[in-house]
T-cell receptor
Framework: DAGVIQSPRHEVTEMGQEVTLRCKPI?????LFWYRQTMMRGLELLIY????????DSGMPEDRFSAKMPNASFSTLKIQPSEPRDSAVYFC???????????FGPGTRLLVL | GENVEQHPSTLSVQEGDSAVIKCTYS??????FPWYKQELGKRPQLIID?????GEKKDQRIAVTLNKTAKHFSLHITETQPEDSAVYFC??????????FGTGTRLKVLA
């Protein structure tokens, strides 16, 4: 089992640029989560997809953030335009259903200068 | 609102000693309680979990206990080793998609 795959692992960009983070969930998992982790705020759930459909995006900080899941094996989180306060580690996680264990990807460490 | 309190925020123990981390949750409908270990620069990894129909679960040196009446659950690590040094997160879920995470405990095992 390859686990959850994320790319890129590190991203350094300048303020105002568009950033796209990618995630491939574990095969067979139908739930996908995007989290953001910072020292100040800990782990925050940004958005949750079930069967490729966004169910809860109440954690998305503002309109600069958007997420898509065009198929069961791929999701993107986009920030446009990026700001220095977006600097964080972004994790994707997947699970096999409601109430089941969430498995995290390796994360993308984003630095916005 | 839903909340999970985790204590202590930092914990230092001598190698070979035991470590205990405690979490208290607010939503009485919570029925699933995972624990994650996160090493520096790595992903959170599930180390043990417990569901509300059991009071205790053990896996080698790691155990979790659950007290539903008091709404708290604890992680116990025995015979600690330097590789146990990490940040540990508890979480509570009502069986839906949402995990409420604790704020983390930084465990340092001193050799």
């Amino acid at each position: 089992d390859a686990g959850v795959i994320q790319s890129p692992r590190h991203e350094v960009t300048e303020m105002g640029q568009e950033v796209t983070l990618r995630c491939k969930p574990i095969s067979g998992h139908n739930s996908l989560f995007w989290y953001r982790q910072t020292m100040m705020r800990g782990l925050e759930l940004l958005i949750y997809f079930n069967n490729n459909v966004p169910i809860d995006d109440s954690g998305m900080p503002e309109d600069r953030f958007s997420a898509k899941m065009p198929n069961a094996s791929f999701s993107t989180l986009k920030i446009q335009p990026s700001e220095p306060r977006d600097s964080a580690v972004y994790f994707c996680a997947s699970s096999s259903g409601l109430g089941e264990t969430q498995y995290f990807g390796p994360g993308t460490r984003l630095l916005v200068l | 609102g839903e909340n999970v309190e985790q204590h202590p925020s930092t914990l230092s123990v001598q190698e070979g000693d035991s470590a205990v981390i405690k979490c208290t949750y607010s939503d009485s409908a919570s029925n699933y309680f995972p624990w994650y270990k996160q090493e520096l620069g790595k992903r959170p990894q599930l180390i043990i979990d417990i569901r509300s129909n059991v009071g205790e679960k053990k896996d080698q040196r790691i155990a979790v206990t659950l007290n539903k009446t008091a709404k708290h659950f604890s992680l116990h690590i025995t015979e600690t080793q330097p590789e146990d040094s990490a940040v540990y997160f508890c979480a509570a879920s009502t069986g839906t998609y949402k995990y409420i995470f604790g704020t983390g405990t930084r465990l340092k095992v001193l050799a």
